[in-house]
């Protein structure tokens, strides 16, 4: 025989005796009533749960793993260094391009250069990671799939074989490509400043990072054609065509498109509008060479005795770039300009980062220099052009960028293997030439052909790419943004 118990002396279940499916509901439920100092209690050990679930997690992961060694930990140690002064290259190019460009203009640029790289990186997280680096669809053409949802993200996981092999974790290697493809969308800013829309230009940069860039990438980056065109391989050791020359070619497409800034050219002749603080564009520009340190050795992609080599050959490309540059342009205008020397600096970077790793260091000098000279002539050649770019970032990253592709077929060399010539001045032949103008060619064709697209289906849907002739003459700060960037001094000029 039984005996009913009644409702109210029927033990009330609490959450030390609930099941981990009516645990979180009596929880919240006791903390939305604040009932007791015992709910306060247990809200307060949910941190602590997570915590311990969180450990207990990565000790069960962990414990399938061998030791971690030194040079694993120091691969990833310096490559995730590399990464970050890659990312903080956008602050350089931010600050150059709003230093270089008029003060009405200075909040758009700044959001550009922020924004984009946001977008670059969750585009790239997406599907351009999968085009660059997954497994051959098309051989040597186009690639797809690295371990995500259909082919879509990446697999992060750590295997004993990659901590064995000191190899790079997937993660770090994400994020370092991920920095590169932000710095390809960061070089149209400036060749498209002052006059575009906001929403289109972000647009484009989706499209590019997702897409056009990464494609692209995998042709040399991932043993694609270019590495088997001929019996030498196809040389870009840190981006000259892959990075700089891609995101030239690209802003060229915009900047053609979008047509000169209003009173840039009048009756035929070329109108200087200088920027409104070359202080903060130098700072910029120290900036980016220093996160040149990043970009260059960083794509050594270890951490061994050839980081520190590549690091010196892109010091003395960026010093030969900036005296060639400096002297150059005093030449020509008789006096010594600060615009010319930043951009010598910048133009000595790019002609060095293809071969950063294939030239000795005088032949780094050198190249430094002669690109130094070409930044010079290029800015001319643009403006007799009739194109209009505000920062000299074509000149910068697509003359530039093809010279330091093309060199290492000049005076090229196996540096870090038996240092047998590939260049033909230094008696390696002509084809290493040939393949690096293959290249540099190819790389531009197919940015020019898929942007010129890019731009016109965008331009098309939104009613066109450019900004109205008010809006431009009161400035994008205020008709894009509804802000200004220096509120509290009056604008003297245009």
């Known amino acids: 025989m039984t005996t009913a118990v009644p409702q109210q002396f029927r033990r009330r279940k609490t959450l030390q005796n609930a099941s981990l499916l009516e645990g979180p509901m009596m929880l919240l439920q006791s903390i939305r009533g604040l009932s007791s100092n015992r709910s306060l209690l247990w809200a307060a050990c949910i941190p602590l749960a997570l915590f311990g679930l969180g450990v207990f997690t990565l000790s069960a992961k962990a414990a399938d793993l061998p030791d971690l060694n030194a040079a694993f930990l120091a691969n990833n140690l310096w490559l995730l260094i590399a990464t ?124 590019l990072t997702a897409v056009i860039y990464p494609i692209a990438g995998s042709w040399e980056w991932n043993g694609g054609w270019l590495n088997s065109v001929g019996s030498k391989e196809f040389i870009d050791f840190a981006g000259s065509s892959i990075v700089h020359s891609v995101g030239a070619w690209a802003g060229l497409v915009g900047a053609v498109l979008l047509g000169p800034r209003i009173g840039k050219f009048v009756n035929g002749k070329t109108q200087a509008i200088p920027g409104h603080n070359m202080s903060i564009a130098t700072l910029g520009a120290l900036i980016l060479w220093i996160g040149w340190y990043g970009f260059n050795p960083g794509s050594q992609l270890a951490m061994d005795q050839w980081v520190p080599y590549v690091a010196v050959t892109t010091t003395l490309g960026a010093a030969g770039g900036a005296i060639a540059a400096t002297v150059y342009s005093t030449l020509v205008s008789k006096k010594p300009d600060l615009t010319m020397i930043i951009n010598g600096i910048l133009a000595g970077l790019v002609s060095v980062t293809a071969g950063c790793g294939n030239l000795d260091m005088v032949g780094a000098w050198v190249a430094g220099a002669v690109g130094g000279i070409l930044v010079v002539i290029s800015v001319a050649a643009l403006d007799s052009f009739g194109i209009d770019d505000p920062v000299g970032a074509f000149s910068v990253h697509g003359t530039c960028g093809v010279w330091g592709t093309v060199v290492i077929g000049l005076w090229g060399k196996d540096i870090q293997g038996d240092g047998s010539p590939l260049g033909l001045i230094v008696g390696g032949g002509i084809e290493q030439l040939g393949i690096q103008a293959l290249g540099a060619g190819a790389y531009a064709i197919w940015t020019i052909v898929t942007c010129f697209i890019a731009w016109q289906i965008i331009g098309s849907i939104f009613g066109g790419i450019r900004v109205t002739e008010e809006e431009e003459t009161e400035g994008l700060d205020i008709g894009e943004h509804g802000m200004e960037a220096y509120p509290d001094f009056a604008i003297t000029s245009n």
């Open 84 to 207: 970050i002064l890659v990312i903080f290259m956008n602050a350089g190019f931010a600050m150059v391009e709003a230093g270089m460009c008029r003060q009405k203009n200075a909040v758009n640029i700044l959001a550009k250069n922020l924004f984009v790289f946001a977008l670059a990186v969750t585009a790239y997280w997406f599907v351009g990671f999968s085009l660059m680096y997954g497994d051959a669809i098309i051989p040597g053409l186009l690639y797809y799939g690295k371990g995500g949802a259909l082919g879509f993200f990446f697999d992060p996981a750590v295997t004993a074989e990659m901590i064995e092999g000191a190899s790079l974790v997937p993660t770090v290697d994400f994020l370092f490509q991920a920095a590169f493809a932000g710095t390809a969308a960061t070089i149209v800013s400036g060749l498209v400043a002052e006059r575009i829309k906001f929403g289109e230009f972000v647009l484009f940069a989706l499209v």
